[in-house]
């Protein structure tokens, strides 16, 4: 793949999800540059639009030093959220998903000045378009950092950065972590994409819903998994 053809990138990212099926990232040098890939992030979120998704918000990726080297990628990126991406509690994950993956977050909700003004406790699902989640900081951004899926629980009314949270697959502990994994504090993330997005012209809008990365490892959503991430005060879920 020529990595200045953005519509060519477009085209094989969009094609793959609307089939069900996985790539090889190509890993060459000069293959994809992180301008690029947001260009082709534009596009692939502008194609779903035209199709009648709506966007509602931003996630972050890697904004956590256990889902970088998780991961192997060394710097945080984003990708948007749209609203057919929205999963209730509790409900499972469309039947579309290749390879889920789950990870706790604290989302943010925001005003017209992009400043937080509620705090919730969040799963994300993602679902990498490529192979065993084998990706460069540039094919991941091309494929919408990964997101897939947003299940909104209960609001959050603590100290974001001091709070905790524990992941459980199937009722038993598997991950835990705390909000200041992401950058510090989840308020700083904000800052961070605010600062990107005006890099790219573009801007947070009242009520944009924005998820400031996972405070710990992602876990695999087997068929027949329930995944549950416990807040002090709020607890989310999702099954397959």
Request: charged share 25%; hydrophobic share 45%.
């Given at each position: 793949?020529?990595?200045?053809?953005?519509?060519?990138?477009?085209?094989?990212?969009?094609?793959?999800?609307?089939?069900?099926?996985?790539?090889?990232?190509?890993?060459?040098?000069?293959?994809?540059?992180?301008?690029?890939?947001?260009?082709?992030?534009?596009?692939?979120?502008?194609?779903?639009?035209?199709?009648?998704?709506?966007?509602?918000?931003?996630?972050?990726?890697?904004?956590?030093?256990?889902?970088?080297?998780?991961?192997?990628v060394d710097s945080p990126n984003f990708g948007?959220?749209?609203?057919?991406?929205?999963?209730?509690?509790?409900?499972?994950?469309?039947?579309?998903?290749?390879?889920?993956?789950?990870?706790?977050?604290?989302?943010?909700?925001?005003?017209?000045?992009?400043?937080?003004?509620?705090?919730?406790?969040?799963?994300?699902?993602?679902?990498?378009?490529?192979?065993?989640?084998?990706?460069?900081?540039?094919?991941?951004?091309?494929?919408?950092?990964?997101?897939?899926?947003?299940?909104?629980?209960?609001?959050?009314?603590?100290?974001?950065?001091?709070?905790?949270?524990?992941?459980?697959?199937?009722?038993?502990?598997?991950?835990?972590?705390?909000?200041?994994?992401?950058?510090?504090?989840?308020?700083?993330?904000?800052?961070?994409?605010?600062?990107?997005?005006?890099?790219?012209?573009?801007?947070?809008?009242?009520?944009?819903?924005?998820?400031?990365?996972?405070?710990?490892?992602?876990?695999?959503?087997?068929?027949?998994?329930?995944?549950?991430?416990?807040?002090?005060?709020?607890?989310?879920?999702?099954?397959?």
């Open positions: 793949m020529d990595g200045s053809d953005v519509e060519g990138w477009v085209a094989w990212i969009d094609a793959a999800h609307r089939d069900g099926r996985l790539l090889d990232a190509p890993d060459g040098p000069g293959d994809l540059d992180l301008s690029t890939a947001y260009a082709v992030q534009q596009r692939l979120t502008a194609r779903r639009q035209e199709r009648g998704a709506r966007r509602i918000g931003w996630k972050l990726g890697y904004t956590s030093a256990v889902m970088r080297e998780q991961m192997g948007p959220l749209l609203d057919t991406m929205v999963i209730a509690p509790g409900a499972a994950v469309p039947a579309s998903l290749v390879q889920p993956r789950v990870e706790p977050e604290v989302g943010l909700v925001v005003d017209a000045e992009g400043r937080p003004v509620a705090a919730r406790a969040v799963l994300e699902v993602v679902d990498s378009v490529w192979r065993d989640y084998r990706f460069g900081l540039a094919t991941n951004t091309a494929d919408g950092s990964s997101a897939a899926g947003v299940v909104v629980g209960d609001p959050l009314d603590r100290d974001l950065a001091a709070l905790t949270v524990e992941l459980r697959r199937n009722g038993e502990p598997v991950a835990t972590g705390s909000g200041d994994a992401a950058m510090g504090h989840p308020h700083r993330a904000l800052a961070w994409l605010r600062d990107e997005l005006a890099a790219r012209g573009e801007a947070l809008r009242a009520g944009d819903l924005v998820i400031t990365g996972g405070l710990t490892r992602a876990v695999p959503l087997a068929a027949g998994d329930v995944v549950e991430a416990r807040f002090p005060g709020a607890t989310v879920a999702v099954r397959r």
